[in-house]
């Protein structure tokens, strides 16, 4: 079946450091894959995606490159901010029917001032 | 831009008590995922629907039941419940059964069963 691994957290920073934070998948066929962010005591919010192998999805700063040969999507951003403290989620859409995304278990990043 | 609603955004219940759920989904989107998040936990989905009939299940309990109606919304019930169903229920709406133009997600009940 499909999973997604991510790295755990929590995961803390400095203000302006670099971030990245680990995703591989297992999935048949070809996925689309996406990183989703939770604020605190809210919704998922899609923060970025990739359709098919050597797209690169970005938004806000943060960017992941689909990556067939070694089956990741690992996130990045040059340089956090405080406000971006949060729990990302990885997940993956086989594309198969509506049985909807499969996620990792989520990476808390927390950005220290 | 309208989203997807959910009402009602917090919900207490004690135990052995119904719920229900709902979710209005973006207009002219057809198909409605419920979700699962318990504390500290990863979304696990719970059943699909795509044009009023059920699509996809998922790791729904079998206490749970839900349907989407005429108008796309969708409800999720809940009865005699457990200490266990305590969490955050999302749903998400797409066009089209297989998500191709992307998903979009509510704010999400929290339900705490005490």
């Known amino acids: 079946g499909n999973s997604v691994t991510q790295m755990e957290g929590p995961v803390t920073l400095s203000e302006e450091a670099f971030l990245t934070i680990n995703c591989t998948y297992t999935?048949?066929?070809?996925?689309?894959l996406f990183w989703y962010v939770q604020y605190p005591g809210e919704g998922l919010q899609l923060l970025l995606k990739?359709?098919?192998?050597?797209d690169k999805g970005s938004n806000k700063g943060f960017e992941a490159t689909y990556r067939k040969e070694t089956t990741s999507f690992h996130l990045e951003k040059g340089s956090v901010q405080v406000s971006d403290s949060a729990v990302y989620f990885c997940?993956?859409?086989?594309?198969?029917?509506?049985?909807?995304?499969?996620f990792g278990k989520g990476t808390h990043l927390i950005i220290q001032p | 831009a309208a989203g997807v609603i959910q009402s009602p955004r917090h919900l207490i219940k004690e135990k052995r008590e119904t719920a229900t759920l709902k979710c209005y989904p973006i207009?002219?989107?057809?198909?409605v995922y419920w979700y699962q998040q318990g504390p500290g936990q990863d979304p696990q989905f719970l059943i699909s629907?795509?044009?009023?009939?059920?699509?996809d299940k998922g790791s729904i309990p079998d206490r749970f039941s839900a349907q989407q109606f005429s108008d796309y919304h969708s409800e999720l019930n809940m009865s005699s419940m457990a200490l266990g169903a305590s969490a955050l229920y999302f749903c998400?709406?797409?066009?089209?059964?297989?998500?191709?133009?992307?998903?979009?997600f509510g704010s999400g009940t929290r339900l705490t069963v005490v």
């Open positions: 207009p002219r989107h057809d198909t």
């Open positions: 998400a709406s797409s066009l089209g059964r297989e998500g191709n133009y992307g998903y979009t």
């Open positions: 997940a993956l859409d086989s594309g198969g029917g509506a049985d909807g995304l499969t």
């Open positions: 990739a359709t098919k192998a050597d």
């Open positions: 999935a048949t066929g070809y996925p689309s």
């Open positions: 629907f795509y044009e009023k009939m059920q699509s």
